[in-house]
């Protein structure tokens, strides 16, 4: 059973930084995509940032040049270095490890919170 376990959340300043990580366990392979989403409540949950196992990533365009997402595949784990926080990035990020290109599939964390206030 794949599992999913993120870490990294909590309150932050304007202008901070925080790092998350989540670390998937029951899969005998690297997942080909994994990813950051999140959602604020009454919104649709929204792509952060995407990697591939190659390395290759996308961004949001809200987070490209202050957020950075990386993995390792050898622990598949991925994270989400995010600088240069704004009031706009609170929301609840969620991790997520699947074996397609269609968005919203495969399997997801439990979500952690992001709050960012002064």
């Known amino acids: 059973q794949v599992q999913l376990v993120e870490s990294g959340g909590g309150l932050v300043q304007p202008g901070g930084s925080l790092r998350l990580s989540c670390a998937a366990s029951?899969?005998?392979?690297?997942?080909?995509?994994m990813g950051w989403y999140r959602q604020t409540p009454g919104k649709e949950r929204e792509m952060v940032a995407n990697?591939?196992?190659?390395?290759?990533?996308a961004y949001a365009d809200s987070v490209k040049g202050r957020f950075t997402i990386s993995r390792d595949n050898a622990k598949n784990t991925v994270y989400l270095q995010m600088n240069r926080f704004k009031p706009e990035d609170t929301a609840v990020y969620y991790c997520?490890?699947?074996?397609?290109?269609?968005?919203?599939?495969?399997?997801w964390g439990q979500g952690t919170q992001v709050t960012v206030s002064s």
């Open positions: 990697i591939f196992s190659s390395g290759s990533t």
């Open positions: 029951g899969s005998p392979f690297v997942f080909p995509i």
């Open positions: 997520n490890a699947r074996n397609t290109i269609i968005e919203g599939s495969g399997y």
